[in-house]
Each structure stands twice: as structure tokens, then as C-alpha cells.
């Protein structure tokens, strides 16, 4: 009986990071990376079966905390999936979210070992 492979989805508008983390799961996981959040909500609505759901905080024009916030509206079955990566700079809005966001989260730079430990963990850990 052959192990269903798990499925991560990365939404960052970082390209290197998308793909280092494609490069490292590769021969354990289906990768999917997105560079926006607008590709990601789209894609979404047409796939939703990921695992993890790594999400930058800040990018440019649609933001990972929009993503959240529309995903929360249309699809909130996935919030648990949800881990936000972030890279310190932070505006007032988003500090504000941190604040009051209750799932998990990675600081940049974080270690692929992490990653793994989050996928093993499952939702809501």
C-alpha cells in the first residue's frame, strides 16, 4: 500500500525561497510555489488539499495577512494549515496581526528542518 505524498503549498514573492524549498522536499512532498497572493487565492479555490500552507507575510499589493483574512471568509477549513514566514520588518498593521494571530509561524532565515518538523506536527500544533 503505497503513503499518499503530502503536499505543501508556498506563497512567497521571494522566487529563491519558493524554489529552496521545492529543491528540499522534492523527493518527499508535491511542492506548488506561488508568487503572489492573488495566484495563491486562485489556486486555492481550485485545489485546497495541502498539507502546510507557508505563507510570507509581506509581499507587495496582496499580502499574506489578506490572504489569511479571504481564506478565513471563503475557505476556513484551511486557517490550520497556515504557517506565516516573516522577515522582521514589519509595518504597524502587520505587528497588529501578529499580535493576535494564534497559529504557528517561522522567522527568516529558518531551517528546512523546521519545515519538516511542522509537517510532521499537522494542523494545529
Known amino acids: 500500500m503505497s503513503k499518499t505524498r503530502r503536499r505543501?503549498?508556498?506563497i512567497d514573492d521571494?522566487?529563491?525561497?519558493?524554489?529552496?524549498?521545492?529543491?528540499?522536499?522534492?523527493?518527499?512532498?508535491?511542492?506548488?510555489?506561488l508568487n503572489t497572493g492573488r495566484e495563491a487565492l486562485e489556486h486555492?479555490?481550485?485545489d485546497s488539499s495541502f498539507d502546510l500552507i507557508l505563507c510570507d507575510l509581506m509581499m507587495p499589493i496582496f499580502s499574506g495577512m489578506k490572504v489569511y483574512q479571504?481564506?478565513?471568509e471563503r475557505q476556513p477549513e484551511l486557517l490550520d494549515r497556515f504557517v506565516f514566514i516573516t522577515?522582521?520588518?514589519?509595518?504597524?498593521?502587520?505587528r497588529d496581526f501578529l499580535d493576535t494571530y494564534p497559529g504557528r509561524r517561522l522567522e527568516k532565515p529558518f531551517h528546512v528542518t523546521d519545515v519538516e518538523a511542522m509537517l510532521e506536527q499537522g494542523p494545529d500544533s
Open 70 to 72: 479571504t481564506i478565513a
Open 87 to 94: 522577515g522582521g520588518a514589519f509595518t504597524d498593521s502587520a
Open 44 to 46: 486555492l479555490e481550485r
Open 8 to 10: 505543501i503549498l508556498v
Open 14 to 33: 521571494e522566487p529563491l525561497l519558493g524554489q529552496t524549498l521545492k529543491f528540499a522536499f522534492e523527493n518527499q512532498c508535491d511542492v506548488i510555489v
